[in-house]
Structure formats: structure tokens, C-alpha cells
Nanobody, 121 residues
Framework: QVQLVESGGGLVQAGGSLRLSCAAS????????MGWFRQAPGKEREFVGG???????YYADSVKGRFTISRDNAKNTMYLQMNSLKPEDTAVYYC???????????????WGQGTQVTVSS
């Protein structure tokens, strides 16, 4: 099993930046991909981006060029650097992990509890 804990959410003005962290524990390894989803009120959970081993990094079109995913293997921590934030980025952001891959939530069996990101105009 893998346990995931997100942190770093908060309130930020439009155009600002925020960095989310996801600390992983348990039976982690290089076979696990890690990713981010987000869910706004009244909307379905959507794929934000993910990082797979050994080298693949993928982003949704809505965040491409603004968000950056990285991972510190020594700390078992994944980061989501969010720049040029927009009000439509407001959502609960979830860290997730899988031994597979996919853009649907069902492909990701391990989830954190989420962290709120609110972007004001």
C-alpha cells in the first residue's frame, strides 16, 4: 500500500504562484507513477498531470505551460508548481499514484485527502 499526503494549498491572487507537495510513504518504488487530479465544486474530477518512470511527464492542455510536475525520489515527494494561476484553477487538488497509467480516476488506486487551492480575481 501507498499513503499520500498533500500540502501547500491556500489562497492566491490571479497571476500568482503556488507549489503543492505530495509526500508518499509505504511500498513506494520506481514502478509507481504519480499524478495530480483536481475537482471543482459541481464538476467531475479531472486529470492535471502525472509523472511516470523513467522519464515521462504529462499535462492536461488546460495547464500546459503554466504547471510543472517534479519528483524528489530521495524524499519520496512529488511537487506541482503552479504559475500564472487563474480563477478557473480553483479546486481541491489530489495527489495520486498507480502502477499503471491513465487519464481517468479509476486508473489510480491510491489517493491523498486533497488540498484546497483558491484563486481570486
Amino acid at each position: 500500500q501507498v499513503q499520500l499526503v498533500e500540502s501547500g494549498g491556500g489562497l492566491v491572487q490571479a497571476g500568482g504562484s503556488l507549489r503543492l507537495s505530495c509526500a508518499a510513504s509505504g511500498r513506494t518504488g520506481s514502478n509507481y507513477a504519480m499524478g495530480w487530479f483536481r475537482q471543482a465544486p459541481g464538476k467531475e474530477r479531472e486529470f492535471v498531470g502525472g509523472i511516470s518512470w523513467p522519464v515521462g511527464i504529462y499535462y492536461a492542455d488546460s495547464v500546459k505551460g503554466r504547471f510543472t510536475i517534479s519528483r524528489d525520489n530521495a524524499k519520496n515527494t512529488m511537487y506541482l508548481q503552479m504559475n500564472s494561476l487563474k480563477p478557473e484553477d480553483t479546486a481541491v487538488y489530489y495527489c495520486t499514484a498507480t502502477t499503471g497509467w491513465g487519464r481517468q480516476p479509476a486508473a489510480w488506486p491510491y489517493w491523498g485527502q486533497g488540498t484546497q487551492v483558491t484563486v481570486s480575481s
